[in-house]
């Protein structure tokens, strides 16, 4: 299989062998030791998925969405949330399963765009792994001590004991220590093999999922007709579902977690896709029953905004299922700080093979684990849990995760389709302007919304926006012809039992403008520290570029092992 690296040899003249490969030209050796394991499953892979993604979507966002946002309509939210994450996740279906190793965003922002825009990827995937762990686990923290809370009472006012106990539990000064308890304990955890983990993240996210379905069954049975009329409550309006379906989208992230650990999954390129789709089909079900069951139970003016289903059967007189759900819901969360977090030390091993960072982090022990990348990647979330309020940084991380789509989706029109040959960078710059667009759309319609003064002229302007997006993806369809495969992109023998993701281009354009349009929705402080996030990610890739790669041990190997890994995934197509 040639390519500027060389050739890569049969495996019957050597270099594949299970102790690994050696480039022809001796540029990268590779042993096992810097190898993972293959042993995720599709049942594994698909447990990771869901039990990163559901989380405060149902505990929190189904109620907040239904009381101020979509009244009844708050299914219909969450169904069109999961129209608009298929987009993105179709993509990373097709990737995940064309890059078998670890990295996602990362490794297909390489491959598409080279190493500065895969840099920037990297950056926004660790505001997705660490950031959103160190979140879930603060929150975590946060509602351990409401829990504690509840139990208080006149009768306890003054007791020395109970009030050192609440101490504890919020000492002040932005310090949770719970959140400290449950990183720490995740850190540990994932410390002792990734093998070991998936055995407790199987089992909590089962649990997970039996829990909304309890939840879901049991609002269901006390659902009352009258609560679901009118189904678009005056003051919302049937806009109101689409206010919804922008909130409710953030229920949906974490299923792209699933693309990291393909660097240790079974015959990734047939369950990769498999798994992603399979997390998708899951959690949107789950979702739009839970908002239904939700508003059917109770009025939507009567939905808690931070605690729906355990209030909401309060309201309903079963406080036996108000306390299943609470303790539930305390039990069930810290399995998505621990499938979040698991993914960071993949992303990091990944950016160590390509010399973008020391390689400590690319230590793989003898039981094929990144015990070192773990623990460094564990302190950075553990402090960030226990000291940084989020009051500001949900923004950020929202914005990161969503720009890693974004790079994604391009990825696949970039792998997909290809300039004109008297045109060249034709597709580059009709993809850029696309993206300007998308964004400015977004800024259009959110200030539509906030100057109603001025809503004609930004009416017309998102109008012409759009328009031009639209005649934008029609000149990339008609223009930019389309690639066969993306095997044949970096070989002559083509592997139809891949996954395609299907109506590229247009497809992942839809998906790209959601994300930019959600984007454009956050706050401006938000919007701010996304820029200069961004823009310190390239500083520290122009840095690394003149003063880090001398220090690299493994600098220019991620070719020969991306062609490895496929050959390894389209001979273990022909095996399965």
């Known amino acids: ?13 050597s270099p594949l062998t299970h102790d690994g490969f050696h480039v022809e030209n001796g540029e990268s050796v590779i042993h096992q030791h810097h190898e993972l394991h293959r042993h995720l499953s599709l049942f594994d892979l698909t447990c990771l998925g869901v039990g990163a993604t559901i989380g405060s979507g149902v505990f929190v966002l189904t109620g907040l969405i239904a009381h101020s946002q979509a009244g009844p309509a708050c299914f219909l939210s969450w169904a069109i949330a999961g129209a608009a994450a298929c987009l993105s996740g179709l993509c990373y279906a097709e990737l995940g399963g064309r890059f078998p190793q670890a990295g996602s965003s990362y490794v297909y922002a390489r ?13 926004c995937l660790f505001l997705e792994y660490v950031g959103s762990a160190s979140a879930v686990a603060r929150s975590w923290g946060d509602k351990v001590v409401e829990f504690a809370r509840s139990f208080d009472s006149e009768e306890k006012a003054g007791n020395f004991l109970w009030e050192c106990f609440l101490f504890v539990l919020d000492p002040g000064f932005g310090i949770n220590p719970c959140a400290f308890l449950i990183s720490l304990a995740s850190v540990l955890l994932l410390m002792g093999g990734v093998k070991e983990s998936k055995v407790v993240a199987n089992t909590f996210t089962t649990f997970n999922v039996c829990l909304v379905l309890f939840m879901s069954g049991m609002s269901l049975s006390l659902m009352k007709r009258e609560n679901m009329t009118p189904l678009f409550p005056s003051e ?16 949906y992230i974490g299923f792209d977690e699933i693309c990291c650990m393909s660097g240790e999954a079974i015959n990734p390129s047939k369950n990769m896709p498999r798994a992603i789709i399979l997390t998708l089909a899951i959690v949107s079900s789950l979702y739009v029953t839970a908002a239904f069951g939700l508003t059917s139970m109770v009025p939507y003016n009567e939905c808690s905004e931070t605690s729906g289903f355990p209030d909401g059967f309060r309201y309903r007189g079963v406080n036996w299922a108000a306390q299943v759900s609470a303790i539930g819901e305390l039990v069930s969360l810290p399995v998505v700080v621990l499938v979040t977090i698991m993914a960071q030390p993949r992303l990091q091993y990944a950016m160590a093979m390509d010399g973008i960072l020391p390689p400590v982090f690319a230590a793989v022990d003898s039981l094929g684990n990144l015990t070192e990348g773990t623990r460094i990647a564990g302190i950075v979330m553990i402090a960030t849990a226990t000291l940084v309020p989020f009051t500001y940084l949900n923004d950020l991380i929202s914005a990161g995760i969503l720009l890693a789509f974004t790079m994604t989706n391009t990825s696949v029109i970039l792998i997909r389709q290809s300039s004109p040959s008297d045109k060249p960078y034709l597709l580059e710059k009709l993809m850029g302007c696309f993206h300007s667009l998308s964004l400015l759309t977004g800024f259009m319609l959110k200030s539509s919304l906030l100057a109603k003064s001025t809503a004609k002229l930004t009416h017309l302007l998102s109008v012409t926006f759009c328009l031009s997006n639209i005649f934008i993806g029609y000149k990339i369809q008609t223009q930019c012809q389309s690639k066969r495969s993306l095997m044949q992109w970096h070989s002559n023998e083509p592997n139809p039992s891949m996954y395609l993701a299907p109506f590229v281009p247009i497809l992942p354009l839809c998906g790209s403008f959601v994300n930019l349009y959600l984007i454009a929705q956050l706050d401006r402080i938000g919007l701010m520290m996304i820029f200069c996030y961004v823009g310190s990610a390239i500083g520290f890739y122009f840095y690394n570029l003149q003063y880090g790669k001398k220090n690299t041990a493994h600098g220019h190997r991620h070719a020969p092992e991306r062609m490895i890994s496929l050959h390894e995934a389209k001979r273990s197509d022909t095996n399965n």
């Open 236 to 251: 919302f309006g049937a806009g109101g579902v689409i206010r919804g379906a922008t909130s409710s989208f953030f229920g």
């Open 111 to 123: 491959e598409t765009m080279g190493e500065c825009a895969s840099v920037i990827a990297g950056a």
């Open 1 to 13: 299989m040639p390519s500027e690296y060389g050739s890569v040899q049969s495996s019957e003249s």
